[in-house]
T-cell receptor, first 114, second 112 residues
Framework: NAGVMQNPRHLVRRRGQEARLRCSPM?????VYWYRQLPEEGLKFMVY????????ESGMPKERFSAEFPKEGPSILRIQQVVRGDSAAYFC????????????FGPGTRLTVL | EDQVTQSPEALRLQEGESSSLNCSYT??????LFWYRQDPGKGPEFLFT???AGEEKEKERLKATLTKKESFLHITAPKPEDSATYLC?????????????FGEGTQLTVNP
């Protein structure tokens, strides 16, 4: 009865490199949310996806960030040409339908940009 | 735009000393108000969802209540293992899915 899984748990990148963060939702969940937690700040919504569709990306920076949730496999959050300000904890959450009593969060990926 | 404000930012209690955490919210069309607990280096862990003013939910030493403008998380006779950051979040009817707007959290420390 695995929960939401994220990998890697820790990721170090140099400025200008690409970061790929993966999220496997709970079994039976087809709705995925990505949130970012900057140091000393609260969690901020980035993007909401269903299988093969981006539903709401209003919280995601327009440049360098993209997300996908293919028919098969995990959801991917991709950050191109990372900068130091991208250093943060990135959390994925999943739910079984559009409106659910709760979202279940993964353990997060901590991205450090050198 | 949704706003969620939590107070205090940090709270230190002695074991057994009951207290309350506050979450004030401004949202048009509240769909639900959520409480999560977050331990250092981990993801948020779900505690409660409240839907309408007057609703209350309990779990062990925790009790959450909701009014039209605020929610409170009451902690009765806390233990050191209750030390964590407590997060409040809202979901709005007009937005897609269950996207959450979080407050910045209250960091609770319970000393033995």
């Amino acid at each position: 009865n695995a929960g939401v899984m994220q990998n890697p748990r820790h990721l170090v990148r140099r400025r200008g490199q690409e970061a790929r963060l993966r999220c496997s939702p709970m079994k039976g969940h087809s709705h995925v949310y990505w949130y970012r937690q900057l140091p000393e700040e609260g969690l901020k919504f980035m993007v909401y996806l269903q299988k093969e569709n981006i539903i709401d990306e209003s919280g995601m920076p327009k440049e360098r960030f993209s997300a996908e949730f293919p028919k098969e496999g995990p959801s991917i959050l991709r950050i191109q040409q990372v900068v130091r300000g991208d250093s943060a904890a990135y959390f994925c959450a999943s739910s079984p339908r559009e409106w659910a009593d709760t979202q279940y969060f993964g353990p997060g990926t901590r991205l450090t940009v050198l | 735009e949704d706003q969620v404000t939590q107070s205090p930012e940090a709270l230190r209690l002695q074991e057994g000393e009951s207290s309350s955490l506050n979450c004030s919210y401004t949202v048009s069309g509240l769909r639900g108000l959520f409480w999560y607990r977050q331990d250092p280096g981990k993801g948020p862990e779900f505690l409660f969802t409240l839907y309408s003013a007057g609703e209350e939910k309990e779990k062990e030493r925790l009790k959450a209540t909701l009014t039209k403008k605020e929610s409170f998380l009451h902690i009765t006779a806390p233990k050191p293992e209750d030390s964590a950051t407590y997060l409040c979040a809202t979901a709005q009817k007009e937005t897609s899915g269950s996207r959450l707007t979080f407050g910045e959290g209250t960091q609770l420390t319970v000393n033995p």
